[in-house]
C-alpha cells in the first residue's frame, strides 16, 4: 500500500506521518530534487491530507470531506499554487506581494494571511523555487519565519545550491532522490494501461529516464527515443559534427509543436542526455573507486566507453551544458542556445579557458 499513490518516496512519507502524529508538522518546507521525480505531486497530497476534515491515522485523507473532494478537484481555496510564468525568467515580485499598486493587498504572502476558507489552516506550494530573484526572496523571509496561523508553505527546488542561504535557513530540507527504474516503470504501467505499450518499451523509457517521471512519459514516444539515441551517436562522434547536432537538435525541439512547454521538455531532454553521456565518459577517464564501473544505462555507456574525449574535455562539456540546461530554465530563446552549445561542444578547450 503506498501512501496516496505516491511511489519512491516512502522515508519521506514516513517522516511526515511521525510529524503529524506528534502534531509537530513545520511552518516551512524546501523540498529539493532532480526535475520529474514527484515533488509538486507530492506537496500537493501532503496540502490534501493536511487539510482533510476526518483524516484517518498515518496521514491519511479521508478521501470524501469537502475539503478532500475540493483537493481531488483542484479547486481547493485553501491550496495555493504559484509557479513562475512560462514568458518569464524568474517569479515576478507581484505574484507574492502584489505589484506596486496592490502591495500587500494582493499575492501568496497577502493571501496567506487570511482566514482558510474551509476552516482549517492554508497550504502554499511555490514551484520553480530556483527563479526566485533575489528580491522575490526577500519578501518571502517574514512568511517562512513565521509562517501565519497555522500556514504550511512549501517551497520546490531543484537544488540546495540555487537556493539563497536566507531561504534554506528559514525551511525545513526534504530531499527527494531519483525514483528507481521499477518505480518509473510502476507508475507508467498505471497510467497507459496493459495493452497499449509492451512491456519492453515502458521499460526501455524507464531505464532511460534517470528516475525521473517527466522524461520517461516522454521517452515513450518513438520519436523522442529515437532522437536520444541518435544523439548519443552524434556527441559520441570525434570529430564532434556541431552543425549536424545543432540542426537535428533543432528540428527534434521544434517537431514538438508550436507551444513553448513540449519544445523546452524535448530540449531538456537533449541537455540531460549530454550530461549524462560525458558523466559516463568521465567516469570512464577517471573511475571513480578504482573499479571503472560505470553507472550509466546501457545505451550510453557503450557510447561513452569509445568517445576518444579525455577528462579534462568531458568536464568542460558537462559544465556547459549544465550552463546551457541552466539557461534553458530561464526562457533563453532555444535556437540561440543549441547553436551556441554546438559551438562550445566544438571547442571545449577555448571555453574551459574563457
Ligand atoms: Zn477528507
Known sequence: MTWQGIEGHDSIVERFIQADARGRVAGSFLFIGPHGVGKGSFALALAKALLCEAPRPGLEPCGGCR???????GTHPDIDIVRKPEDRATIPIELLIGDAE?????????RLLLKPALGGRKVAILLDADHLSEEAANCLLKTLEEPPDNAVIILVGTSLERQLPTIRSRCQIVRFRPLSTDAVMRILAGEVGPTELNEASL??????????LVRARLLLDQEVAS?????????ATRPLRGVDLARDTISFVEAAGKDAPPRRARLRIVFESAVEFYRAALQRA??????????AEAAIAGPAARW???ADEASAAISRT???LDALERNANLAILVDAWTAILEQPRLAQMS
Open 322 to 324: 549544465l550552463d546551457a
Open 227 to 235: 532522437f536520444r539515441d541518435r544523439l548519443i551517436g552524434l556527441l
Open 203 to 212: 521499460r526501455m523509457a524507464a531505464a532511460s529516464s534517470a528516475g525521473s
Open 102 to 110: 496592490h502591495r500587500m493587498r494582493e499575492g501568496l504572502c497577502w
Open 67 to 73: 475539503s478532500c473532494l475540493q483537493s481531488a478537484a
Open 308 to 310: 576518444q574525449g579525455d
Open 286 to 295: 577517471v573511475p571513480l573507486d578504482g573499479a571503472g564501473v560505470t553507472t
